[in-house]
């Protein structure tokens, strides 16, 4: 599976919309693109994924980069109940049937 | 809620014991995946069962042995525990035998503690 790069951290304003970057220049063609978070003292969470086209659903919407070799998770009015760890995972088919987690964005909402 | 549920929430017991943590998928689910988190490891990816069959292995250590069971329920088998095994366990389900195309979702966790 492909590597990725996130913020280490970011922060931002309660009601206020939010963008979580991730690098993933190593994506192959086939490679889904998955979000995950984790709230404290929870399990993870799926948010979202997608392959080429940006994806929206009730929780937020994905941006893929025209190349791939980018995503973008959105939350469009960020709550306090969005602080969380942002996982950004890319996901081949090659019959390791495992995610792999990386360190992931802690995200901070200010009130 | 997302519908997976592990026992126990929590649990402490002694360096050299055994115990078991036990899962049950959301309804409809075929695939079991096992996760341990540590503070300093992160999420690791122990093993993956689909129907009742292994599929993928990850970092899981000896001591430790999972099933998945006719009802599709799961059971992580850790034994002769040790200081750092003490981590959060986490379970997640979903309806595929891949998590290519398909959301995971993920319990509550098990809290183990060693000591």
């Known amino acids: 599976d492909a590597k990725t790069t996130q913020p280490n951290s970011m922060e931002s304003n309660e009601e206020e919309p939010v963008h979580l970057p991730c690098n993933h220049s190593?994506?192959?063609?086939?490679?889904?693109i998955h979000w995950y978070r984790q709230l404290p003292s929870q399990g993870p969470e799926y948010v979202i994924h997608?392959?080429?086209s940006n994806v929206n659903n009730r929780m937020a919407s994905l941006a893929i980069a025209e190349d791939r070799k980018s995503s973008t998770l959105i939350l469009h009015r960020a709550t306090l109940r969005d602080a969380a760890v942002y996982y950004c995972?890319?996901?081949?088919?090659?019959?390791?049937?495992?995610?792999?987690f990386g360190t992931g964005t802690r995200l901070t909402i200010i009130p | 809620d997302s519908g997976v549920t592990q026992t126990p929430k929590h649990l402490i017991t002694a360096t050299g014991q055994r115990v078991t943590l036990r899962c049950s998928p959301r309804?409809?689910?075929?695939?079991v995946y096992w996760y341990q988190q540590s503070l300093d490891q992160g999420l690791q990816f122990l093993i993956h069962?689909?129907?009742?069959?292994?599929?993928a292995k990850g970092n899981i250590l000896e001591r430790f042995s999972a099933q998945q069971f006719p009802d599709l329920h799961s059971e992580l088998n850790l034994s002769s525990l040790e200081l750092g095994d003490s981590a959060l366990y986490f379970c997640?389900?979903?309806?595929?035998?891949?998590?290519?195309?398909?959301?995971?979702?993920f319990g509550n966790g098990t809290r183990l503690t060693v000591t």
């Open positions: 997640a389900s979903s309806v595929d035998d891949s998590s290519y195309n398909s959301p995971l979702h």
């Open positions: 190593t994506i192959s063609g086939t490679d889904y």
């Open positions: 997608g392959l080429t």
């Open positions: 995972i890319p996901k081949g088919d090659f019959g390791n049937e495992k995610l792999t």
């Open positions: 309804s409809g689910d075929l695939s």
């Open positions: 069962y689909y129907n009742g069959e292994e599929r």
